[in-house]
């Protein structure tokens, strides 16, 4: 992995799968941002199961066929191989790099940092993103994912804020590890199903 001020480390075990699912956000970012230009990016952690990323895609509404296309960009960009490369800005030039890039979602968030905050970010290819890292070191070290659900979220979950894409996905170190908790995800469903089925009196 690499940490934000350059540094290239073994990854500890009990951090890897954050350090892979975040790093599929990011390259789900790239992806998303290739095939829809106009998209501004909020928030894009990684989570207990996977990932997601809230984008704001103007009038834009996502289908499952759209998630196809996303995912198979993101294939793309595992294959170029980018590095991905860490570098530390003045908040001066953070704001500006990212008023530059039209990302005013993220020059918000410069804003909600204290005075003295360390402002990082990760570059792989033409794709630039805020973030404290670590990361891959490559894009091709993200072996396995898969985008699984569209839904909406408020900016900074507030209501009052305009209604984000939150776009979702899962990442595992392995092919294997990922075909097995898609599997395991399809036999809960079909248990839910039946369950449904039976107190319905189906």
Not at 40 to 55: I, L, N, Q
Not at 105 to 122: C, M, N, R, T
């Amino acid at each position: 992995v690499i940490y934000n001020d350059g540094t290239v480390a073994e990854c500890p075990e009990e951090e890897e799968l954050h350090v892979i699912r975040h790093s599929a956000a990011h390259i789900m970012a790239q992806a998303i941002k290739r095939l829809y230009p106009e998209a501004d990016f909020g928030y894009g952690p990684a989570t207990e199961k996977g990932f997601y990323y809230d984008v704001d895609l103007g009038d834009v509404k996502l289908a499952d066929e759209d998630l196809a296309a996303i995912e198979a960009e993101m294939k793309k960009i595992v294959k170029e191989n980018l590095p991905i490369k860490p570098f530390i800005r003045p908040r001066a030039e953070a704001i500006a790099l990212m008023e530059e890039r039209k990302e005013k979602y993220k020059v918000e968030h410069i804003g909600d940092l204290p005075e003295d905050a360390e402002i990082s970010f990760y570059k792989q290819g033409e794709y630039i993103d805020m973030c404290i890292g670590p990361h891959l070191t490559y894009t091709k070290a993200l072996k396995a994912f898969k985008l699984t659900n569209v839904s909406g979220a408020y900016w900074k979950n507030d209501k009052n804020n305009k209604m984000l894409t939150r776009i979702g996905g899962v990442a595992f170190a392995s092919q294997q590890e990922l075909e097995d908790y898609l599997k395991l995800l399809e036999e809960a469903q079909r248990r839910d199903h039946r369950k449904i089925g039976k107190e319905m009196g189906l």
